[in-house]
C-alpha cells in the first residue's frame, strides 16, 4: 500500500488480562484525535473527532481541511512538486514527458511572464467580440468548446446508456458563472446577495481588461440576464440522478429540430466531432432555451458571455490582479478562504490536470509500494463477498432480483493504483514562454481525445481519475470500482494499521464504492452497465420504501446556518456510506474469524475490534469547514457534511450499538421504529 514512510512493526499482543484503558492504542488510531470527555453514544463524531476539532485550524488558503482527504493530498502535493520541479529545472529524467511537465509547471511557475499575458489574451478574445450573426456566435462557441471551456452549454462523449458498447456524442447543459441554478433562482437574502456579489465581480473583471466602467456595468447586467435564462431552464441537481431524465438519443437532426435557431451544421463542423448522427440531448427543454436565446440575442451581445468564460476558464494564468478578483469574489461569496493558493499548489493542480499520466508515473514509482495493488485487491475482494453473503439476508428482495444482483457484483471490475495502460502526448505542444497557450494547448488536445472517442466501442481500461488523486469512484456505465494510488494512504490505509482500522477506514470507502452500484441511481443499470430495468416489480417497491427512509432521515439534518441537507440530492451518498459501513464491518468479521493471529492481534488493543472499526472511520473524516464552503456544498454537492458521514449511517447500525454498549434511547441509537436499512 502507498506509504510515506517505512511501515513500524506493530506491537507485540498485550495478555488478555491487562485491563483495557492500560492497553497501547491500535496502530492507525490517535488518541489526541479524540475527546474522552463525550459520551461516544451522545455523539460520536465529537468523541472520534473532538481532540482534533479543538486543536486544528483550517489554513487560510483553504475552505476545507480535513484529516483524511485534504492532508493527504497536501502530503501528495508535495511529491508530486518535488517531481516538477526538478524536471522544470532539467534534473528529471530526459523524456519528453519529462519536458513537457518541466515546461508545463515551469512556466506556471513565472510569474513575470504570467504580467505579460494580456496581449496573448486579448487575441483570443478577438475570436469572440464583434460577432455579427448567428453562425459567427456557434463558430465562436464551437471555438471555446474545443478547448473544454463550457460556455452556453458543453460538449463531449460517453457510454450510450442503452448500448454499452458504444461511445456517442453528448450535449449538456452548462454555461452558468455561479456553481448552480439556485443561485440565479432562489429568492433568499444570502442567494440575492450571491448575485448582486457576481454582477460586480464580472463588471470588475471587465475593467481590469481595459473596460470604461459603464461599458463593463452593462456587460455585467447582460450576462447575469443570459446565466439567469440558462439556470431558469435547467434541471434540478437532484433530478439530474435520475438516468432516464438525462437520456435523450435526438440525433443530430433531432436536435436541429428541437433548437432551430442554434447554427448546428456549422458548430458541428468546427468543434471536432466526428461524423454522425449518434447524440444525447441530456435537457430538451435546456437547449429549446438556448435556441430561443441566440434568436432573441442580438450576436454582438454573445461576446461578453462568452468573453467572460473564457477568462474566467484561464485565470490561472492571467495576471495578479485578474487572479485576485477572481480569489476575491470566490472567496467572499463562495469558499470563505482568507488567502489565496499557493501558486505551487496552483502550478501542480494544473500539471496534473493538464498532463495526468505523465505526472502520475514518477508519483507512483515514489509512494505506491510493490504489493499495493494486491493488498488493495484482496480486501476489495473480501467486501465485494460480503456483499454477496449480505444478498442471502434481503428478505424484502425476491429470488430473482437476487440473482441479478449476483451476476452484477460478481461482475464489476476492479481497478487499483493506476492504470495498466499509460495515455501518451505525442501531439502536443508544451512552451516554456507561454503559460496561458500551455493551458489552452492542453485543454484543446484533451478535448479533442475526448470527442475522438465518439463511434467508436467504449475503452474499458480507461481511467477517469489521476492516480494521485486522494478519492475513488463507482462508474454505473463500465460497472466498475477505480481506487487510486493517491487514497491508498494512512489515515485510509496503513501498512503497520490493525486489521480493524484498515477495514473502518479504507474498508469503508471500498464498501461505498461497491454499494453504488446498487444505490437509486447505480441499481438502474445492469452488469454490463446498460440502464435497463432488472428489478422486479416487488422487489423494486421494496427498494423505494427503504431509501425513503435514509432520504427523510437526512432531510432532517442541518448543513449550515439555515441550510437543511437536501435528501434527495445526497440519497446516493448516504445510501452507499450506510451500505459500505455495513459491508465492511461483516468483511471485518469475517477476516478475524479466518485470521486468529489478527485477531488476536486486536483484541490487545485499548479498543476492541468493533471499536477501533468505527473510530477509525470516524478519524478518518474529522473535518472543518467555513460557513460560506458549507452553503455552497448544501446546495451543489451530492455528499452529505462530514460529519453527517460519521453519525448518519452509526445510528443506523445495530453493529455500532453493540460496539459501544449504547443504550436504547441514546442519541446515536435510532429508535427500531425509525431506523433505515438498504443492503
Known amino acids: 500500500m502507498a506509504a510515506t514512510a517505512p511501515a513500524t512493526p506493530a506491537p507485540a499482543p498485550e495478555p488478555a488480562n491487562v485491563p483495557m484503558a492500560e492497553r497501547p492504542m491500535p496502530p492507525g488510531l490517535d488518541a489526541a484525535v479524540m475527546d474522552p470527555s463525550v459520551n461516544p453514544c451522545d455523539d460520536f463524531y465529537q468523541y472520534a473527532c473532538g481532540g482534533w476539532l479543538k486543536t486544528t485550524e483550517i489554513p487560510a488558503e483553504r475552505a476545507r481541511w480535513s484529516r483524511g482527504f485534504e492532508t493527504v493530498a497536501e502530503r501528495n502535493q508535495t511529491v508530486l512538486r518535488d517531481i516538477l520541479t526538478q524536471a522544470a529545472e532539467g534534473q528529471g529524467e530526459a523524456t519528453p514527458e519529462d519536458k513537457k511537465l ?9 510569474e513575470a ?9 486579448r487575441t483570443y478574445l478577438a475570436k469572440l467580440n464583434g460577432l455579427k450573426s448567428q453562425q459567427a456566435v456557434a463558430s465562436a462557441v464551437a471555438w471555446l468548446h474545443a478547448r473544454d471551456v463550457n460556455a452556453l452549454f458543453r460538449v463531449g462523449s460517453d457510454q450510450d446508456q442503452k448500448d454499452a458498447t458504444q461511445v456517442i456524442a453528448v450535449v449538456d447543459a452548462g454555461g452558468l458563472g455561479l456553481p448552480d441554478r439556485d443561485y440565479y433562482l432562489k429568492p433568499d437574502v ?11 465581480h464580472v463588471q470588475k473583471v471587465f475593467e481590469l481588461l481595459g473596460d470604461a466602467p459603464f461599458v463593463a456595468s452593462r456587460k455585467a447586467i447582460g450576462i447575469l440576464a443570459i446565466e439567469t435564462r440558462l439556470a431558469n431552464a435547467r434541471l434540478p441537481k437532484e433530478e439530474r ?29 468546427e468543434v471536432g466531432l466526428p461524423a454522425g448522427e449518434a447524440l444525447n ?28 468564460h473564457l477568462v474566467k476558464d484561464v485565470q490561472t494564468a492571467l495576471p495578479k490582479a485578474l487572479r485576485d478578483e477572481f480569489f476575491r469574489f470566490e472567496s467572499s461569496v463562495l469558499t470563505g478562504a482568507k488567502a489565496d493558493l499557493a501558486r505551487w499548489k496552483k502550478c501542480v493542480e494544473a500539471t496534473d490536470d493538464a498532463l495526468p499520466h505523465a505526472l502520475a508515473k514518477p508519483f507512483i514509482a515514489r509512494t505506491f509500494g510493490a504489493d499495493g495493488k494486491a493488498t488493495t485487491l484482496d480486501m476489495v475482494q473480501q467486501i465485494e463477498q460480503s456483499f454477496e453473503r449480505n444478498l442471502d439476508t434481503l428478505s424484502w428482495m425476491d429470488a430473482e432480483t437476487k440473482a441479478q444482483a449476483l451476476v452484477k457484483v460478481k461482475k464489476i471490475t476492479n481497478k487499483i493504483g493506476y492504470p495498466d495502460q499509460w495515455r501518451g502526448y505525442d501531439g502536443l505542444t ?3 514562454d507561454s503559460f496561458l497557450d500551455n493551458v489552452l494547448a492542453a485543454d484543446a488536445f484533451e478535448q479533442a481525445r475526448q470527442l475522438r472517442k465518439v463511434g467508436q466501442p467504449v475503452d474499458r481500461q480507461e481511467w477517469f481519475m489521476s492516480p494521485p488523486t486522494v478519492n475513488a469512484y463507482y462508474n454505473a456505465a463500465t460497472n466498475e470500482i477505480v481506487f487510486p494510488a493517491g487514497i491508498l494512504q494512512p489515515p485510509f490505509f496503513g501498512r503497520d494499521a490493525s486489521a480493524a482500522v484498515n477495514f473502518g477506514a479504507m474498508g469503508m470507502v471500498v464498501g461505498h464504492e461497491i454499494t453504488h452500484g446498487f444505490d437509486d441511481e447505480g441499481r438502474q443499470f445492469d452488469a454490463d452497465g446498460n440502464l435497463r430495468t432488472w428489478w422486479t416489480p416487488a422487489s423494486d417497491k421494496a427498494f423505494r420504501e427503504r431509501v425513503a427512509c435514509v432520504k427523510n432521515q437526512y432531510d432532517g439534518y442541518t448543513a449550515v446556518d439555515d441550510v437543511k441537507v437536501n435528501g434527495k440530492l445526497t440519497l446516493g451518498e448516504n445510501v452507499a456510506d450506510l451500505g459500505g459501513l455495513k459491508l465492511a464491518y461483516a468483511a471485518m468479521e469475517a477476516y478475524l474469524a479466518k485470521h486468529p493471529d489478527q485477531a488476536a492481534k486486536a483484541n490487545s488493543y485499548r479498543f476492541t475490534p468493533g471499536q477501533q472499526f468505527f473510530l477509525a472511520h470516524a478519524q478518518s473524516w474529522c473535518s472543518k469547514i467555513r460557513n460560506e464552503a458549507a452553503r455552497q456544498r448544501a446546495l451543489t454537492d451530492s455528499h452529505s457534511p462530514a460529519f453527517l458521514r460519521v453519525k448518519g449511517p452509526d445510528v443506523n447500525l445495530p453493529q455500532f450499538q453493540q460496539a459501544f454498549s449504547c443504550p436504547a434511547g441514546s442519541p446515536m441509537v435510532a429508535p427500531a421504529a425509525n431506523r433505515c436499512e438498504v443492503w
Do not use: I, N
Not at 190 to 200: I, T
Not at 249 to 257: A, D, H, I, T, V
Not at 281 to 308: C, H, I, N, W
Open 102 to 110: 518541466g515546461d508545463f509547471y515551469g512556466s506556471c511557475m513565472d
Open 113 to 121: 511572464k504570467l504580467e505579460q499575458s494580456l496581449p496573448t489574451l
Open 190 to 200: 444570502k442567494m440575492r446577495e450571491a448575485r448582486a456579489a457576481y454582477q460586480a
Open 241 to 269: 440522478r435520475e438516468p432516464e431524465k438525462v437520456y435523450h438519443r435526438l440525433e443530430r437532426q433531432g436536435l436541429k429540430k428541437l433548437a432551430p435557431a442554434f447554427q448546428w451544421d456549422t458548430y458541428f463542423a
Open 281 to 308: 440531448v441530456t435537457e430538451p427543454k435546456f437547449f429549446s432555451e438556448v435556441s430561443a436565446l441566440v434568436r432573441q440575442q442580438r450576436p454582438t451581445d454573445m461576446g461578453p458571455y462568452l468573453s467572460y
Open 430 to 432: 508544451v512552451k516554456r
